[in-house]
């Protein structure tokens, strides 16, 4: 019985052993590499594998950095309550109720859903959509133009920019605009392309970002929160909406989203701003009814401690909601 036992821990330390070999060779391609920096740099990463992160070969954004960042995103409540335009689903948004005298609703990115569009068009707004990937808008109407090109940061081959693509639409207007943008990542590009009197045009943006896990990366988190600072110079969320399709990642202490919905009114159509405490907001619904429901995580808004109504006061004055 001993020999037995013996001849076992034999095999499997000769077992491992050739694992280890097994290794060792096809680590070679890292001869050269160091290990030390590329550890540091995605540590947290590497740490959280069970949750399927993504891998950077770069160095990581701290946790603090990223919580600052999302401070200056919390949403913020005001006198114009939130509406829900298009479908209960995919395609469907919250934003303020302030939509009167608004010339036009630009959405890029319309796929085969046009909801959001049609209530747009029914309130008496000329709608102008853009998408490539389709032949036509989804569906019609009086009000409805289509452009089939795709939106992004110059006008080149099948994209065409956002401030080309207003101009062409409204000319010389200066009225109130609406954008609704679902651009599958070409968002950040486009915003930081597009002028600032432009951006300021819009009334109201909602606006669907995507691989927002993507700001754990420090030199594309600096990138990110460029596209956000220029949006928060005019404008103030006032709802975020976390899209099931892709789930939380954990970060360390964080439940980091990988894709959501923000809303942003313009700061001069904003009066009696709190913060936003509770959510999500009644009118929510899930993107995809086939994916597991998940609330905003808290690290997104401001959740009241008991009755302390002063955590709630929001100056609006600077380029950013604070307290």
């Not at 929160?225 to 954990?250: D, E, S, W, Y």
């Not at 923000?262 to 907001?281: E, G, I, K, M, Q």
């Not at 993107?287 to 959740?303: A, G, I, V």
């Not at 008991?306 to 709630?312: K, N, V």
Request: aromatic share 10%; charged share 25%; net charge negative.
């Amino acid at each position: 019985m001993a020999d037995g036992i013996t001849r076992s821990k034999k095999t499997m330390q000769a077992r491992a052993f050739k694992c280890l070999l097994d290794s060792l060779g096809r680590m070679r391609f890292l001869a050269g590499t160091d290990l030390a920096a590329l550890l540091e740099a995605n540590a947290e990463k590497i740490l959280n594998l069970p949750g399927k992160m993504p891998f950077f070969a770069t160095r990581t954004t701290s946790l603090e950095t990223l919580k600052n960042f999302v401070n200056t995103l919390h949403p913020v409540s005001c006198d114009r309550e939130l509406v829900r335009l298009g479908p209960d689903g995919d395609g469907g948004y919250l934003v303020p109720n302030d939509l009167a005298a608004i010339e036009a609703c630009f959405s890029p990115g319309v796929s085969d859903v046009a909801g959001f569009e049609l209530d747009c068009a029914e309130m008496g707004m000329k709608v102008f959509m853009a998408d490539a990937s389709v032949e036509q808008a989804p569906a019609a109407h009086p009000r409805f133009s289509f452009l089939r090109r795709f939106i992004g940061a110059e006008t080149q081959d099948d994209f065409i920019s956002l401030e080309e693509w207003v101009n062409q639409s409204v000319g010389q207007s200066r009225s109130d605009l609406l954008l609704q943008m679902d651009i599958e990542g070409f968002e950040y590009e486009t915003l930081l392309a597009t002028p600032s009197a432009l951006l300021e045009r819009f009334r109201i943006m909602v606006i669907e970002f995507h691989v927002l896990d993507y700001l754990l990366s420090e030199p594309i988190f600096s990138i990110y929160r460029q596209v956000f600072a220029r949006i928060l110079r005019t404008h103030v969320c006032v709802h975020i909406h976390p899209n099931n399709l892709c789930r939380p990642l954990k970060v360390g202490s964080l439940d980091w989203l990988q894709m959501a919905e923000f809303t942003f009114l313009r700061r001069d159509r904003v009066s009696n701003p709190t913060f936003a405490t509770r959510f999500p907001h009644a009118l929510d619904r899930d993107n995809s009814k086939n994916r597991k429901t998940f609330p905003l995580p808290e690290l997104y808004y401001r959740s009241l401690q008991g009755d302390d109504q002063l955590a709630r006061k929001v100056s609006i004055s600077s380029g950013s909601a604070s307290l």
